[in-house]
């Protein structure tokens, strides 16, 4: 069974910065489409960043780009949200997520996406 395990969570000031981390098996990190997604209360889940499987494509949600920087590390079977001058509409809950196939032409919908992590909370206040 594929786990993603997202570490990284809490809080924050507005400009500061915190840097997420989703542990996952090495097939996985070395083979599948993968990103970050977020859910803030009463609203839909968006996609933010996403990152193909050799990691030479990346993807931005238009809300944190120049901000957010996702990569990918097959040393440490990791991948990582490095999240820099946050706001407070950045408050949600983030999720991991992970693919196989990559058949999506879309990598910033849910729909693109398998297996998904249980998530973690970033609060960004004023």
Same mark, same amino acid.
């Given at each position: 069974?594929?786990?993603?395990?997202?570490?990284?969570?809490?809080?924050?000031?507005?400009?500061?910065?915190?840097?997420?981390?989703?542990?996952?098996?090495? %097939?996985?990190?070395?083979?599948?489409?993968?990103?970050? =997604?977020?859910?803030?209360?009463?609203?839909?889940?968006?996609?933010?960043?996403?990152?193909?499987?050799?990691?030479? &494509?990346?993807?931005?949600? &238009?809300? %944190?780009?120049?901000? =957010?920087?996702?990569?990918? &590390?097959?040393?440490?079977?990791?991948?990582?949200?490095?999240? @820099?001058?946050?706001?407070?509409? &950045?408050?949600?809950?983030?999720?991991?997520?992970? @693919?196989?196939?990559?058949?999506?032409?879309?990598?910033?919908?849910?729909?693109?996406?398998? =297996?998904?992590?249980?998530?973690?909370?970033?609060?960004?206040?004023?």
């Amino acid at each position: 069974q594929v786990q993603l395990v997202e570490s990284g969570g809490g809080s924050v000031q507005a400009g500061g910065s915190l840097r997420l981390s989703c542990a996952a098996s090495a %097939v996985i990190i070395r083979n599948s489409c993968m990103g970050w =997604f977020r859910q803030a209360p009463g609203k839909e889940r968006e996609g933010v960043a996403a990152i193909s499987p050799g990691g030479a &494509d990346t993807y931005y949600a &238009d809300s %944190v780009k120049g901000r =957010f920087t996702i990569s990918r &590390d097959s040393a440490t079977n990791t991948l990582s949200l490095q999240m @820099d001058t946050l706001k407070p509409e &950045d408050t949600a809950m983030y999720y991991c997520a992970a @693919d196989l196939s990559c058949r999506s032409r879309n990598l910033l919908v849910s729909a693109a996406y398998t =297996f998904w992590g249980q998530g973690t909370q970033i609060i960004v206040s004023s």
